[in-house]
């Protein structure tokens, strides 16, 4: 029902900002619930940050709180992670997810990928030292 592109990533230098964007498409409605997880070479994929239908309610894992931010705009369909002060370990292909706002305002409930009805290809961050 719901297709969703990421964009945005790319090569950047440790200490440097990228912003991701993810665009919705198809049956789209302002109330999903969105997430960004990443997955690097070898590891399970990881939750990030999420955002609830309204945008008024963000939520995100200990590892980025403070260097990343999560938006959306639902006019636009899009919803946006600004990347601040990266790490090497924030290496990863970043991946937009999408759930019918049925987490409410649990946190364990937007960071479970079983979660979200809806993912995206995925987008490649690389950040080098």
């Known amino acids: 029902q719901v297709q969703l592109v990421e964009s945005g990533g790319g090569l950047v230098q440790a200490g440097g900002s990228l912003r991701l964007s993810c665009a919705a498409s198809?049956?789209?409605?302002?109330?999903?619930?969105m997430g960004w997880f990443r997955q690097a070479p070898g590891k399970e994929r990881e939750f990030v940050a999420a955002?609830?239908?309204?945008?008024?309610?963000?939520y995100y894992a200990d590892s980025v709180k403070g260097r990343f931010t999560i938006s959306r705009d639902n006019a636009k369909n899009t919803v946006y992670l600004q990347m601040s002060s990266l790490k090497p370990e924030d290496t990863a292909i970043y991946y937009c997810?999408?759930?019918?706002?049925?987490?409410?305002?649990?946190?364990?409930?937007?960071?479970?990928?079983?979660?979200?009805?809806?993912w995206g290809q995925g987008t490649q961050v690389t950040v080098s030292s």
């Open positions: 198809g049956r789209t409605r302002s109330s999903y619930d």
């Open positions: 997810a999408a759930n019918k706002d049925f987490c409410s305002a649990y946190y364990g409930c937007y960071a479970q990928k079983g979660t979200y009805e809806y």
């Open positions: 955002v609830n239908w309204s945008g008024g309610s963000t």
